[in-house]
């Protein structure tokens, strides 16, 4: 298996833009998770599907950012409008049972 | 509720001697522990996971790892450091609560090696 795939591994990008990231999980895991990873605040959970239903949203940071999840196999995390405090490193993961397995992470920069 | 908390921010060791993680946890129910790598630039790696079997743990790269209930503790140990250890060490908890199995992360060790 290829593992979690994400796509762009970067993305730069004006402020007010916006950013579609993307994730294709691994074959047969039923849950998706999207993270944020900043220095400062380390690890954050955003949001995550099961069966791809939102379950807990709680940590998306406010109303510009939205995550779908149409099929077992594709989810998308967007940001719009983006501000350069969006920088950071964004992780999904999925799992079947326990343990997550990430992808290699979009390094989002706005300027 | 759970928490964790990694007791080391940094850690330096020198190739070929002990390492050794701290991680505490805090939960309502009976935990899944889990320890992830991050190499630079790279996503994050299971190294290896604890789920109520076996407390002695032993994972990929020659990791190990001890459930101690009483300590409520699950410390990352490798006999021999290797330069390809120097990474960032993330212990997690996962309790069941809300049946997703939702992580609760560390804030993460940072580990150097030197020659």
């Known amino acids: 298996d290829a593992g979690v795939i994400q796509s762009p591994r970067h993305e730069v990008t004006e402020m007010g833009q916006e950013v579609t990231l993307r994730c294709k999980p691994i074959?047969?895991?039923?849950?998706l998770f999207w993270y944020r990873q900043t220095m400062m605040r380390g690890l954050e959970l955003l949001i995550y599907?099961?069966?791809?239903?939102?379950?807990?949203d709680s940590g998306m940071p406010e109303d510009r950012f939205s995550a779908k999840m149409p099929n077992a196999s594709f989810s998308t995390l967007k940001i719009q409008p983006s501000e350069p405090r969006d920088s950071a490193v964004y992780f999904c993961?999925?799992?079947?049972?326990?343990?997550?397995?990430f992808g290699p992470g979009t390094r989002l920069t706005v300027t | 509720a759970q928490s964790v908390t990694q007791l080391d921010s940094h850690v330096s060791v020198s190739e070929g001697t002990p390492v050794l993680l701290r991680c505490n946890y805090s939960?309502?129910?009976?935990?899944?522990l889990f320890w992830y790598v991050q190499h630079p630039n790279k996503g994050l790696q299971l190294l290896l996971k604890?789920?109520?079997?076996?407390?002695l743990v032993k994972g990929i790269n020659g990791f190990e790892a001890e459930f101690k209930k009483s300590e409520t503790s699950f410390h990352l140990t490798k006999p021999s450091a290797h330069m390809s250890d120097a990474a960032e060490y993330f212990c997690?908890?996962?309790?069941?609560?809300?049946?997703?199995?939702?992580?609760?992360f560390g804030a993460g060790t940072q580990v150097v090696v030197t020659p």
């Open positions: 993961a999925s799992s079947f049972h326990l343990e997550q397995y």
């Open positions: 074959s047969g895991h039923n849950s």
């Open positions: 599907f099961n069966n791809n239903v939102p379950i807990d």
């Open positions: 939960s309502s129910y009976s935990p899944s």
């Open positions: 604890y789920t109520s079997a076996a407390t």
């Open positions: 997690v908890v996962s309790d069941h609560s809300d049946s997703w199995g939702k992580f609760q």
